[in-house]
């Protein structure tokens, strides 16, 4: 998302061979990151590395910029966007293609009809969705496995971090029932659980910016306060970063495919890289899930849900 704004061609490439050499294969962008920059610049690089075949490659389509109409998933915009992003990735398709979040204003069929017509182009792998409640992924889960001639959806890319659980309450259940696979987006908890905010807001993070520090600073809470501090505590007891601990226990939820890492830096790829050495103990992971828990009330819990 940082790529063609935030981090330059330089450290780009330098974490895309970072990437590659650490055996990584998933590259996740979206049409509308850096207005189209970070797909022009991934689509530069792996032609440079000659490393097309190396990358699931995947991005989203149904964003719009702009303030009359934030997302728009018709067939028209989807179709018109899938072309774009080939253009821009220098590639004759896309492994995983997802729709970024839900649109109320298309019916859901001409969406998922998008998505076939994508597949069967040849144009699309595999399809996925991003940011949908439980509800909406169930239907258009229910909707694609009723045909066999549809494309499945196989992914859902959601925000999930110690810091935000709420895809536990039903999009995860959802998910493992039409067997989807989550790709938790923010596994950071937008940066506030590598620690770096638990003594002020660093002058160079995205929390002292206008534009992003209302994003960050939603988790800056009491609540957030003894998540960041038992992440801190753990990592110390492991010898371990803050960051590692917090991408391990995502890494290790049920469900999840692969967390969606968005390091702006060498640096931070570095970090999050080391995690997948990280063995959480059982003990740790029980003080972690206690102090994070989500708030669950009637009908996703309580009574009714007693057996």
């Known amino acids: 998302m940082n790529w063609g704004r ?34 022009s610049l ?32 018709s067939r028209g915009h989807l179709l018109n966007s899938l072309d774009r992003s080939l253009r821009r990735l220098q590639t004759d398709h896309i492994d995983l293609w997802q729709i970024h979040a839900w649109d109320p204003m298309t019916p859901l069929d001409e969406t998922l009809a998008a998505l076939d017509q994508a597949r069967t182009s040849g144009k699309v792998r ?23 001639r549809r494309a499945p959806i ?5 925000e999930y971090s110690l810091l935000e659980r709420g895809i536990e309450r039903e999009v995860v259940p959802a998910a493992e029932a ?56 753990a990592a110390e007891g492991l010898g371990a970063s803050p960051a590692e601990v917090a991408l391990a226990w995502v890494r290790d939820r049920p469900g999840v495919v692969a967390p969606i890492l968005g390091a702006r830096t060498s640096q931070q790829l570095l970090i999050g890289l080391a995690a997948e050495e990280l063995v959480l103990p059982t003990e740790i992971i029980r003080a972690l899930n206690e102090v994070s828990q989500p708030f669950t009330g009637y009908p996703e819990s309580g009574w009714a849900q007693q057996r």
Do not use: C
């Not at 330089?10 to 055996?23: N, P, S, T």
């Not at 996925?128 to 239907?139: E, K, M």
């Not at 196989?154 to 959601?158: G, I, L, Y």
């Open 6 to 39: 935030g981090t330059d061609d330089e450290d780009a490439r330098d974490q895309l061979a970072m990437f590659l050499d650490a055996g990584g294969n998933l590259v996740d962008t979206a049409d509308v990151y850096g207005e189209g920059a970070s797909e």
């Open 42 to 73: 991934l689509g530069v690089l792996l032609r440079e590395f000659e490393a097309r075949d190396q990358v699931v490659l995947a991005t989203k389509a149904g964003s719009r910029p702009g303030p009359d109409r934030r997302f728009d998933a």
């Open 126 to 148: 595999y399809v996925g969705i991003s940011n949908y409640s439980g509800v909406q992924t169930a239907r258009a889960g229910v909707l694609q496995s009723l045909d066999a």
């Open 154 to 158: 196989v992914t859902t890319q959601m």
């Open 178 to 233: 039409l067997g989807i696979g989550i790709l938790p987006w923010s596994p950071l908890g937008r940066g506030v659980l590598t620690g770096k905010y638990r003594h002020g807001i660093p002058v160079d993070s995205r929390g002292s910016l206008p534009e992003s520090a209302g994003w960050v600073q939603v988790y800056l809470d009491e609540r957030g306060r003894r998540i960041v501090d038992a992440v801190a505590t």
